[in-house]
Nanobody, 113 residues
Framework: QVQLVESGGGLVQPGGSLRLSCTAS????????MGWYRQAPGKQRELVAV???????NYADSVKGRFSISRDNAKKTVYLEMSSLESEDTAVYYC???????WGKGTLVTVSS
C-alpha cells in the first residue's frame, strides 16, 4: 500500500534552516507530482510547494525565495529545504501525492527562540 514517511523536523531558531525528507513506497514514485503541505495549530492544512514528475516546481507566496522542493526518483524521496525560517512556519509538515488520498504522520517544525 501507499506509504509516506516524513522526517527532519525539529526545533530551530528564527532565521535558521531545516531540510525535510519524505520517503515513499507502494506506488510508482517517478510519475507522480508530489507536494509538501503544512498545518499550523488552529489552522487548515495548506499547500507549501509542489514538484511535478518532470521537476517543475511551484510555491506558496509565503515561502517563495525561502523554501525549495526537490526530488530523487532513485531514492523515492522528496525534500523540502527551508531557510530564513519564521515563527509563522511552525507547523506539522506533510508530504502527499498531489492526486492521491494517503497522508503520512507528518513531521513537526517549531521555529522559536
Amino acid at each position: 500500500q501507499v506509504q509516506l514517511v516524513e522526517s527532519g523536523g525539529g526545533l530551530v531558531q528564527p532565521g535558521g534552516s531545516l531540510r525535510l525528507s519524505c520517503t515513499a513506497s507502494g506506488f510508482v514514485f517517478r510519475i507522480v507530482a508530489m507536494g509538501w503541505y503544512r498545518q499550523a495549530p488552529g489552522k487548515q492544512r495548506e499547500l507549501v510547494a509542489v514538484i511535478t514528475s518532470g521537476g517543475t516546481t511551484n510555491y506558496a507566496d509565503s515561502v517563495k525565495g525561502r523554501f525549495s522542493i526537490s526530488r530523487d526518483n532513485a531514492k523515492k524521496t522528496v525534500y523540502l529545504e527551508m531557510s530564513s525560517l519564521e515563527s509563522e512556519d511552525t507547523a506539522v509538515y506533510y508530504c502527499h501525492i498531489v492526486t492521491g488520498t494517503t497522508w503520512g504522520k507528518g513531521t513537526l517544525v517549531t521555529v522559536s527562540s
